[in-house]
Structure formats: structure tokens, C-alpha cells
């Protein structure tokens, strides 16, 4: 199936029962996604993933996952 905006890919299970919308872009990601969910923000829980999961791609767009102490730091804040 299409994507949103020409982003992404939509995938839907055999049974109907459920959805995927994967992005694998990191522009698409920094560009769109993003800023969609800083101006829409998550609640609960959900909002504490986003801002490490943001922090995890503003990492990665700057290329800092590559060093070791950015290899380090990526996994603290993901455990």
C-alpha cells in the first residue's frame, strides 16, 4: 500500500486485525515525523518513548552513534 505524504509504507495483516506504518528515512523521520508528534504530543507513557526515541535519532542524524561514547550513550537511554 502507499505511504502518507509519500512517506513510509503502510502494511496491514492478513487477518485485518492490525496495521504497521513504517518509516525507515531518517530525513523523513527528522523532517516529518518528528515535528508531528512535537506539535501533536503523545500522553502517558508514550510521551517519555518519544523523547528518548528522539534523542536516539538525534544521535544517529549526527553521526555520533558511531563512537563508542555515542554507541554508550545511545544505550542508556534505552535501558
Request: hydrophobic share 40%; proline share 0%.
Given at each position: 500500500m502507499g505511504g502518507v505524504r509519500?512517506?513510509?509504507?503502510?502494511?496491514?495483516s492478513n487477518s485485518r486485525q492490525s496495521a504497521r506504518f513504517d518509516v525507515r528515512k531518517l530525513e523523513d523521520i527528522i523532517n516529518i515525523i518528528i515535528p508531528h508528534f512535537v506539535k501533536y504530543p503523545l500522553q502517558g507513557c508514550k510521551?517519555?518513548?518519544?523523547?528518548?526515541?528522539?534523542?536516539?535519532?538525534?544521535?544517529?542524524?549526527?553521526?555520533?552513534?558511531?563512537?563508542?561514547?555515542?554507541?554508550?550513550?545511545?544505550?542508556?537511554?534505552?535501558?
Open positions: 509519500g512517506i513510509g509504507h503502510i502494511y496491514i510521551k517519555s518513548d518519544f523523547q528518548l526515541w528522539s534523542q536516539c535519532v538525534e544521535i544517529i542524524a549526527n553521526k555520533e552513534h558511531i563512537s563508542i561514547e555515542g554507541m554508550l550513550r545511545t544505550k542508556k537511554l534505552l535501558v
